[in-house]
Each structure stands twice: as C-alpha cells, then as structure tokens.
C-alpha cells in the first residue's frame, strides 16, 4: 500500500521560512516523479514542483522561482520542499504526490498517489 505523508507546514510571517517533508512508502520512491501542489481556499490545485526520475530535472512554477527548492533523499525515501522568502499568497495546502511517466508532468491527474496534506500560512 503506498502511503505519502507530509510534515513541515506551519504559520510563518511573511519573508520567513519553511521546510515541507515527504515520506513515502510502499512504493520504489527512485523510480517515480515525484511532486509538490498546493491547494489554497477557493482555488484549484497548483503545480508547484516536480523531480524526474528519468532525468533528474527539476521543475518550478514560475511563481516559486529562486525561492523554494525541491530535493529527494531516495535512501531515506523522502521529499523535501525548502521554502524560502515566504508570500502571504503562498498560504495554501501542500501536497506532494508520486507518479509514473518518461516525461515529467505538471499536471495533477498525471500523479497516482497523494498525501493528505500539509497547511502552510504565511500572515503578520
């Protein structure tokens, strides 16, 4: 059974930090895209970030560019989103999710698997 949880999130005022975990198991975590969406109230979810695993190549959003980074530590199967410089308009829930593809997607009906969620707030 494959289970994806996400820690991490969190209230934080604007400009600050946050890092959002992603333990995956039941699944080959270094054979998979893996990615992170966030989902904010009244709104549809959003690609955030991805990793291929065919490639290594990272994707962002533009809106995230230079400010969060995504990373993997396939030994410890787990995900991680650093985010940094946080915007008000970044509060949202996150999720990460696991999919399979040669080509790496954006879009969330391309990724299988899901976690429950994680809340991130950025407000003074």
């Known amino acids: 059974q494959v289970q994806l949880v996400e820690s991490g999130g969190g209230l934080v005022q604007p400009g600050g930090s946050l890092r959002l975990s992603c333990a995956a198991s039941?699944?080959?975590?270094?054979?998979?895209?893996m990615g992170w969406f966030r989902q904010a109230p009244g709104k549809e979810r959003e690609f955030v970030a991805a990793?291929?695993?065919?490639?290594?190549?990272?994707y962002y959003t533009d809106s995230v560019k230079g400010r969060f980074t995504v990373s993997r530590d396939n030994a410890k199967n787990t995900m991680y989103l650093r985010m940094n410089s946080l915007k008000p308009e970044d509060t949202a829930v996150y999720y990460c999710?696991?999919?399979?593809?040669?080509?790496?997607?954006?879009?969330?009906?391309?990724?299988?698997?899901w976690g429950q969620g994680t809340q991130v707030t950025v407000s003074s």
């Open positions: 999710a696991a999919g399979r593809g040669v080509v790496l997607s954006t879009a969330a009906m391309d990724y299988a698997y």
């Open positions: 990793f291929s695993w065919t490639s290594g190549r990272i």
């Open positions: 039941g699944l080959r975590f270094s054979t998979y895209n």
